[in-house]
């Protein structure tokens, strides 16, 4: 009798995960973790959202100064940064493709997420592909600063953030104007910014933050020009494979780093603007025309038009 009332509480229990203690290091760990995980705990306990201001999540990420040789075989090669690289997938086959030409660096903030990432490119064999658990909010500067000190960084890449409809989430969105400044100190001119997301709003905020700071420029000046029809990195992260399978509109900018006044320049000003700023140059009615009716999307959509009408 005992033993089926154990059975009933504990089991359905350790099946929703609260019985999962010894995985809770692993999940919330910052750095990162090299637990073996079976298949199903895997798709068990992989967050779909974590908070990037969350205080364990603030602790900058620990390193040793030669990271950048270890990790790379070719340190040299310019780098892609993929900002938020989830499972990594996209990095892997970045860096297959341009084999001996580019290094890849996928950024991760869920630890468990990095170290799926990490066993796919074990199965690759990419020696030119690293992950590491990160907030980049916290460590972009470090880890650039690491990486021009003996290589370059050619692209940095945010494709598809979190969208954190909620305004009041808004701040946790990871194209926020300090993230912007720091690119701009810790690159060189040239060096390319590409960002692509399926959330207009999104898209609009993460390219005027870029195209207001003056360490950049846009490619294309036209508001109305989001390469839509082009990505010019010809090859699709897993949400916009998700995304272009729902016929959903996909808005992509590609900016590059030019020379400006770093000394001249009141970065604190701008950065308490910027983030002041709220970015709404679209009506509400043009913002539901680009939603797909059969999407989720379209729920998201109205949600986000339902709260801002309350606003
Ligand atoms: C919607 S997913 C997009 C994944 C991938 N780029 C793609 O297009 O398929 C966004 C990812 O960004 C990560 N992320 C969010 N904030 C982050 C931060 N501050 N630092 C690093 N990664 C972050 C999330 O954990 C999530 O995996």
Redesign the pocket.
């Known amino acids: 009798m005992w033993a089926v009332v154990f059975m009933w509480i504990l089991l359905p229990a350790r099946r929703a995960g609260a019985l999962a203690p010894s995985l809770a290091p692993s999940i919330h760990s910052h750095g990162a973790c090299s637990r073996q995980f079976t298949r199903s705990t895997l798709c068990y306990n992989l967050r779909q959202h ?1 908070n ?1 201001l969350a205080s364990y999540l603030q602790r900058p990420i620990d390193l040793p100064d030669t990271w950048v040789e270890d990790r790379f075989e070719d340190p040299t090669l310019p780098f892609h940064i993929d ?4 499972k990594g997938r ?1 990095c892997i086959a970045l860096g297959e493709r341009e084999a001996g030409k580019v290094n890849v660096l996928g ?4 630890a468990l ?1 990095v170290d799926i990432a990490k066993r796919h490119l074990e199965r690759s064999g990419a020696k030119n592909v690293a992950f590491l658990a ?4 916290v460590d972009l500067e470090r880890i650039l600063r690491d990486i021009e000190k003996v290589g370059s960084v050619g692209r940095v890449a945010v ?4 969208p954190m409809f909620k305004k009041r989430h808004r701040k946790r969105r ?1 194209v926020q104007p300090p993230l912007v400044d720091v690119i701009a100190r810790c690159t060189q001119p040239g060096t390319e910014i590409f960002i692509q997301t399926d959330v207009f709003d999104v898209a609009e905020e993460m390219r005027h933050f870029f195209r207001s700071h003056p360490g950049f420029e846009d490619t294309h000046e036209d508001n109305s020009d989001w390469m839509s029809h082009f990505n010019p990195l010809d090859l699709h ?4 494979l998700g995304a272009m399978s729902r016929s959903m509109p996909v808005y992509r900018s590609l900016l590059h780093r030019v020379e400006y006044d770093k000394l001249g320049f009141p970065m604190e000003d701008w950065i308490r603007t910027a983030s002041n700023e709220s970015v709404r140059t679209v009506s509400h009615s043009e913002r539901t025309q680009v939603v797909s009716p059969n999407s989720k999307y379209r729920y998201l959509a109205e949600k986000f038009r339902a709260q801002s009408d309350g606003e």
């Open positions: 974590v990037p900002l938020g690289c989830a996209f950024l991760e903030l869920r997420a990160s907030n980049v909010n494709q598809f953030p979190d990871i992260t897993e949400r916009e």
